[in-house]
Nanobody, 122 residues
């Protein structure tokens, strides 16, 4: 099972980034896809989830209105578009898969991969 997040980098406050998660090794269509993050010295937190059947999307915290999660089942790939980035968005971002839908708690994720670092400068 592989869920490597990519697309992170250094961006200025107010900037945008698109993260990608090109997965393999499991039935992508059967899982909700989650993006969660871990900032230095903080607990992991889920930021967005997209359901497996109707692609319904959920956003947590201040990701609402700034982040957009999407999935391409033909490519087994998920994305997270992030706009209006703030220094407090600085974190390692991970992509995960959740079998039973969007539980909106990263601890329910069944598996996840290597994260990608997003750094937002002020």
């Amino acid at each position: 099972v592989q869920l490597p997040a990519s697309g992170g980098g250094l961006v200025q406050t107010g900037g945008s980034l698109r993260l990608s998660c090109a997965t393999s090794g499991f039935a992508f269509d059967d899982y909700a896809i989650v993006w969660f993050r871990q900032a230095p010295g903080k607990e992991r937190e889920e930021v967005a989830c997209i359901a497996r059947t109707d692609a319904r999307t959920y956003y947590l915290g201040d990701a609402k209105g700034r982040f957009t999660i999407s999935r391409d089942d033909a490519k087994d790939t998920a994305y997270l578009h992030m706009n209006s980035l703030k220094p407090e968005d600085t974190a390692v971002y991970y992509c995960g898969a959740e079998r039973w839908g969007c539980g909106l708690n990263w601890t329910r994720v069944d598996f996840w991969g290597q994260g990608t670092l997003v750094t937002v400068s002020s």
